[in-house]
């Protein structure tokens, strides 16, 4: 298998907000000690790229435990391969007026398609969103942080938990992947 096969660009919910402190050279520290190798962060806000060892999952739940130990609070991680990640820019639905307006909020499931059907047909205001697999797709109207389309009335929607990126810091995190 080719280094470009295992990396993944691996993503921890709300992280360096709300007193959830978990500095990147920690989390660096950590993913090497689980036996990951070209090990790298990208900016404050949970954003790891690495090759794990085995079964991405496994690396994803054992990181998730050691920040849960360590740290006293948990986060939800979620990866994906750079391929995944490139489909799921492509798959933007809506016209892309600012990158920083724009996001795709990476989902750990597929949501169940009932609750798909009831979140899209909410009112947020001006913001837009289209859920496609397990990726929630959206384009706030005023930025994220004017919006009621916030992360835990997604997960309250959807039912499952997840985490955003603009599209500025997503297509960064595939830049670093080819670097």
Known sequence: MSESETTRIVLIRAVN???AMLPMAELREIATELGATDVSTYIASGNLLCSPPGDPTEFDRALEAVIEERYGFFREVISRT?????AALDAHPFEIVDDK?????????RPDADKVAAFEEKEFGGDVRQVIGSDLHIRYAEGAGRSKLTAPAIAR?????GTGRNLRTVRKLLDLTEA
């Open 101 to 109: 307006y724009s996001y795709i909020y990476f989902l750990v499931a």
């Open 157 to 161: 929607g959807l039912g499952v938990q």
């Open 17 to 19: 907000v709300g007193g």
């Open 82 to 86: 750079p391929a995944e990640v490139s």
